[in-house]
T-cell receptor, first 109, second 114 residues
């Protein structure tokens, strides 16, 4: 079983749609959680941090459920520019970083 | 402010040769990480420096890989001798001491071993 698992998708949605991604992690001692965005052939870029209390940034909302060991990302009012791969990233003890394989999103006009 | 820079952007070498990848982190970032993405797989952690000290190199595949960070500035990752399975994209990332988990990535080095 992978340490961090994501639905690879792809998710194909029309502009304006709401889409949600989930990510599960296996190490209950994991400490910090993030969503990164990666455009085709580009480097990952930090999208947002994930907290148990929830974190909202404009059209994006991230949530952590420690009891169930999953992380979610909700995108409202999808834009064409949201098309990318979304990476779930977990920091375990120390500095080791575990990446999910990513969920691909295509937003269509 | 300059971001994380990596050199070269692409490298094509033959099996058995040596390749050295370089990473220049954002100025002032004490944390420096190396990652690798093999085609079709997730990004994998290789190792982490704090300044010039290796903090965690548990992700290094084997002793053909050697990473250094002289003076706590730029870092190099040498693969010697390269094998076919070493092909992939090697990313470097850096972060500030007080925000170690907020990673800034370089654009990566695409390594192809033929």
């Amino acid at each position: 079983r992978k340490e961090v698992e994501q639905d690879p998708g792809p998710f194909n949605v029309p502009e304006g749609a709401t889409v949600a991604f989930n990510c599960t992690y296996s190490n209950s001692a994991s400490q910090s959680f993030f969503w990164y965005r990666q455009d085709c052939r580009k480097e990952p870029k930090l999208l947002m941090s994930v907290y148990s209390s929830g974190n909202e940034d404009g059209r994006f909302t991230a949530q952590l459920n420690r009891a169930s060991q999953y992380i979610s990302l909700l995108i409202r009012d999808s834009k064409l520019s949201d098309s990318a791969t979304y990476l779930c990233v977990v920091f375990t003890g120390g500095f080791k970083t575990i990446f999910g394989a990513g969920t691909r999103l295509f937003v269509k006009a | 402010e300059a971001g994380v820079t990596q050199f070269p952007s692409h490298s094509v070498i033959e099996k058995g040769q040596t390749v050295t990848l370089r990473c220049d982190p954002i100025s002032g970032h004490d944390n420096l990480y190396w990652y690798r993405r093999v085609m079709g797989k997730e990004i994998k952690f290789l190792l982490h420096f704090v300044k010039e000290s290796k903090q965690d190199e548990s992700g290094m595949p084997n002793n053909r890989f050697l990473a250094e960070r002289t003076g706590g500035t730029y870092s190099t990752l040498k693969v010697q001798p390269a094998e076919l399975e070493d092909s992939g994209v090697y990313f470097c990332a850096s972060s500030q001491f007080g925000a170690r988990e907020k990673l800034f990535f370089g654009s990566g080095t695409q390594l192809s071993v033929l």
